[in-house]
């Protein structure tokens, strides 16, 4: 028998996530702007709880498992089966504002400073 409805959410590891029913009040405006624009609230109410709280949980797999350095937030479980290794909410450089990237453009303390730059910026 062929399956019925959408194929389910899958984590890292390709297994199921669980998901529960939350029923959230919003002023009857809001939700008619978001039906208007098309918004799956679902998936916006989870990306804006995941970037609120991008330093205590993993926007990607939900772990708590995170440490954050002056590249961005790591997450050890997605670190073992992502090709970005674990990487996610990648800070900006204080100086230019060019988004780090692991590897490619890290950050770098400027001499004579407490501040950080990297490696694009100009010495």
Not at 23 to 28: D, G, L, S
Not at 32 to 37: A, E, N, Q, S, V
Not at 56 to 66: A, G, L, M, N, Q
Not at 87 to 115: E, M, T
């Amino acid at each position: 028998m062929k399956p019925v409805g959408r194929p389910p959410q899958v984590d890292i590891n390709g297994e199921p996530i669980k998901k529960c029913l939350l029923n959230v009040t919003i002023p009857v405006e809001l939700a008619d702007f978001l039906r208007r624009k098309e918004v799956n609230r679902s998936k916006l109410f989870t990306k804006v709880v995941g970037q609120l709280y991008a330093n205590e949980i993993c926007s990607k797999c939900f772990s708590k498992d995170i440490t954050e350095s002056p590249v961005g937030m790591h997450c050890k479980p997605c670190a073992r089966y992502d090709h970005k290794q674990g990487w996610y909410h990648l800070k900006r450089c204080s100086v230019c504002g060019i988004q780090y990237k692991p590897g490619v453009n890290v950050p770098l303390a400027i001499k004579g400073s407490d501040n950080w730059g990297c490696q694009q910026c100009p010495e």
